[in-house]
């Protein structure tokens, strides 16, 4: 029972969809708008089912479970 601790009792129904929403949290979390723009217009082209969104939102939910690793605030010069 750890801070980290990412095991789910669900597996996502399609797991290239939850790989390609834990990429979207990691563009997003790191400012990279081409990557995010690139998997938005995937997404956009490829007819989503129910499933398969949910496989991606449990993705991105998986990636932003973690904690940042560091702030950004505490990282400025002055």
Do not use: C, W
């Not at 834990?22 to 997404?43: F, L, M, S």
């Not at 496989?55 to 002055?78: C, H, L, T, V």
Request: net charge positive; no cysteine.
């Amino acid at each position: 029972m750890g801070i980290f601790n990412r095991k789910s009792n669900a597996t996502p129904s399609n797991p290239q969809m939850a790989e390609l929403g834990r990429e979207y949290a990691i563009a997003k979390r790191h400012g990279d708008r081409k990557t995010v723009n690139r998997i938005n217009r995937q997404i956009g082209t490829s007819g989503m089912s129910d499933s398969d969104r949910a496989s991606f939102q449990q993705g991105r939910e998986s990636y932003d479970s973690i904690p940042p690793a560091y702030s950004k605030r505490n990282n400025r010069r002055r």
